[in-house]
């Protein structure tokens, strides 16, 4: 939580799950978050002690921004998606919550510039926490794809996965989970072999299925 407390941290993704996770980053401390989101806020996304009605069509970061302005130690800066303005560079970590199996290509940059980064992508009714991306040091998105591949499982780059909506549950669960991972990638213990995880989450009843990635040996990414 020291690290914490001296980064910035990106948030890419601002449904419930994100703003779930912006706050409880902030209430550890975060020094700065990054809120980055191209689209508004739509009525599934209200909630209690989150987005309000009055939030409805507003841009997502900046509704974001306001829940969060009571965080004392916390400041934000508001990115209109795809961390247009900001220098992914000056992050210490990104977390980016997807409804879609990102194209590793849409991450390259973090990894070419060093900035560790967590995943979590919605289902329809599942989700999934990672991996954590410790660039040079973890498998990162293209290394995940190449074991797939080795698997014979088609690639779904960029291809919707979830159906939009987030559940309240999972928004929850998944939020705490992505918290701890952050945590983890500010300040990797001596084995990073925790981050380079996926951990996939089910309704009803959240068993986790715990899947782990090495290093893909023909990705050339560490
Ligand atoms: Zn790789």
């Known amino acids: ?3 914490l407390r001296s980064s910035t941290v990106g948030v890419l993704g601002l449904g419930p799950l994100g703003l779930h996770l912006a706050r409880t980053l902030a209430s550890l401390g975060a020094h700065r978050l990054v809120l980055d989101d191209a689209a508004s806020v ?11 009605l009055g939030d409805v069509g507003r841009p997502r970061p900046v509704s974001a ?5 009571d965080a004392l130690l916390t400041s934000t800066a508001v990115s209109p998606g795809v961390l247009d303005g900001h220098d992914p560079g000056t992050l210490a970590a990104a977390v980016i919550v997807t409804h879609e199996r990102i194209d590793p290509a849409c991450t390259w940059r973090l990894v070419a510039q060093g900035v560790p980064h967590l995943v979590v992508t919605w289902g329809n009714g599942w989700l999934e926490v ?6 040079g040091r973890t498998a990162c998105l293209r290394c995940v794809d190449l074991h797939r591949a080795d698997d014979h499982v088609p690639p779904a780059r960029g291809r919707h996965v979830g159906n939009g909506v987030e559940d309240p549950v999972l928004a ?3 939020a705490g989970l992505a918290a701890a ?6 300040a990797p213990g001596p084995s990073t072999r925790g981050l380079a995880r996926t951990t996939v989450l089910t309704l009803p009843d959240l068993t986790p299925t715990v899947e782990y990635w090495p290093v893909h040996p023909a990705c050339g990414c560490a």
């Open 1 to 3: 939580m020291a690290a």
């Open 42 to 52: 739509a009525h599934d996304d209200v909630g209690i002690g989150g987005y309000r």
């Open 65 to 69: 921004a306001r829940v969060l302005a």
């Open 130 to 135: 990672g991996p954590g991306v410790a660039p």
């Open 172 to 174: 929850v669960a998944g």
């Open 181 to 186: 991972r952050t945590l983890a990638l500010l």
